[in-house]
């Protein structure tokens, strides 16, 4: 809202500073001498999004705050989808979590009703060897629980992000091979921020004291490049988009922005249905360990200390 009513970058950073410390953060990066692109991408996570977003939009002279704006949205909305997930997951995440205490806590009750539980586990030949099982078993259940909830968490990345980035390229005027280059170059100069170079600077470094994004393209020769950009530097999606705005004869921004909320939904509705298979498989290593190791740990001790304190005839009689 501020850069679409004619406040400086600067200026805003300045405003932003005041209340949010990634802003305060970027603010004085940009008071140091780093470019625009640098400073934001030094933040990280989506920040390095936004800053590809932010050299595309500056290289193609889309309007910023157009651009920025349908892009902060983009983000929100992936963000929103994001917390979605994680509140899906966190119900069947917890319950497996709690579920692996099982043993330990009957462990604790038959000790505590005056068996010695404990004392077989360590002394006795037979309780040794459920101690050692459970454990195992207990070992397993984790790991095969946290890879379970690994598996059901969403790919890291901003779903549409492709098509966001076209969008915001061909907004200023760019030829689909001028806009695929940008792109290209957009996502190599934010990712060169962080590669050391053999002097043991950072292309970060090298960026800000040249004042610049390292291989930036300026408009003028992006336009005029020729069609020499592969069919491969188009991902496949936004080749759809393309292939219909050619055929229906309409802009290919809208498609492309309406593309990329597209695929938004698609990962929030994935996500959903990945947590909710997570909790019918979440049963099965509850089912193999989790269980097993309870009666190994907590079941079995108590029955080997009931027989070691009680005669067996007395019981018959």
Same mark, same amino acid.
């Given at each position: @809202?501020?850069?679409?009513?004619?406040?400086?970058?600067?200026?805003?950073? !300045?405003?932003?500073?005041?209340?949010?410390?990634?802003?305060?953060?970027?603010?004085?990066?940009?008071?140091? *001498?780093?470019?625009?692109?640098?400073?934001?991408?030094?933040?990280?996570?989506?920040?390095?999004?936004?800053?590809?977003?932010?050299?595309?939009?500056?290289?193609?002279?889309?309007?910023?705050?157009?651009?920025?704006?349908?892009?902060?949205? *983009?983000?929100?909305?992936?963000?929103?989808?994001?917390?979605?997930?994680?509140?899906?997951?966190?119900?069947?995440?917890?319950?497996?979590?709690? @579920?692996?205490?099982?043993?330990?806590?009957?462990?604790?009750?038959?000790?505590?009703?005056?068996?010695?539980?404990?004392?077989?586990?360590? !002394?006795?030949?037979?309780?040794? !060897?459920?101690?050692?099982?459970?454990?195992?078993?207990?070992?397993?259940?984790?790991?095969?629980?946290?890879?379970?909830?690994?598996?059901?968490?969403?790919?890291?990345?901003?779903?549409?992000?492709?098509?966001?980035?076209?969008?915001?390229?061909?907004?200023?005027?760019?030829?689909?091979?001028?806009?695929?280059?940008?792109?290209?170059?957009?996502? %190599?100069?934010?990712?060169?921020?962080?590669?050391?170079?053999?002097?043991?600077?950072?292309?970060?470094? *090298?960026?800000?004291?040249?004042?610049?994004?390292?291989?930036?393209?300026?408009?003028?020769?992006?336009?005029?490049?020729?069609?020499?950009?592969?069919?491969?530097?188009?991902?496949?999606?936004?080749?759809?988009?393309?292939?219909?705005?050619?055929?229906?004869?309409?802009?290919?921004?809208?498609?492309?922005?309406?593309? &990329?909320?597209?695929?938004?939904?698609?990962?929030?509705?994935?996500?959903?249905?990945?947590? &909710?298979?997570?909790?019918?498989?979440? %049963?099965?290593?509850?089912?193999?360990?989790?269980?097993?190791?309870?009666?190994?740990?907590?079941?079995?001790?108590?029955?080997?200390?009931?027989?070691?304190?009680?005669?067996?005839?007395?019981?018959?009689?």
């Amino acid at each position: @809202m501020l850069l679409q009513a004619g406040v400086a970058p600067h200026a805003v950073w !300045t405003y932003l500073a005041v209340e949010d410390a990634s802003a305060a953060a970027v603010l004085n990066d940009l008071d140091r *001498g780093m470019p625009q692109v640098a400073a934001i991408a030094a933040r990280g996570a989506s920040w390095r999004e936004l800053a590809i977003a932010w050299a595309v939009a500056s290289a193609v002279g889309a309007a910023l705050a157009e651009a920025l704006r349908a892009f902060a949205l *983009g983000l929100r909305d992936a963000a929103e989808a994001q917390d979605d997930i994680a509140v899906a997951l966190s119900e069947p995440a917890a319950t497996a979590r709690l @579920m692996m205490w099982l043993p330990a806590v009957g462990l604790l009750m038959g000790a505590g009703l005056g068996f010695d539980t404990l004392g077989i586990l360590v !002394t006795d030949p037979r309780g040794l !060897t459920c101690l050692v099982l459970g454990l195992l078993l207990i070992v397993t259940a984790r790991l095969w629980t946290r890879r379970l909830i690994s598996r059901a968490r969403p790919a890291p990345g901003l779903p549409g992000i492709d098509a966001e980035l076209f969008a915001i390229a061909l907004s200023g005027g760019a030829s689909i091979d001028a806009a695929a280059e940008h792109v290209r170059r957009a996502r %190599l100069a934010v990712a060169a921020l962080d590669m050391p170079t053999i002097t043991g600077r950072t292309r970060a470094a *090298g960026a800000a004291a040249a004042g610049r994004v390292p291989d930036a393209p300026t408009a003028a020769a992006a336009r005029a490049r020729g069609p020499d950009i592969p069919a491969e530097a188009i991902p496949a999606d936004v080749r759809g988009v393309l292939a219909l705005s050619r055929a229906a004869g309409v802009p290919a921004v809208e498609l492309l922005r309406a593309e &990329s909320a597209g695929a938004r939904h698609r990962a929030r509705v994935e996500g959903r249905l990945r947590a &909710s298979k997570l909790s019918t498989r979440l %049963l099965l290593p509850l089912g193999i360990c989790t269980l097993p190791s309870f009666l190994l740990l907590a079941v079995a001790p108590l029955v080997l200390s009931i027989l070691g304190t009680t005669h067996l005839p007395a019981l018959l009689e």
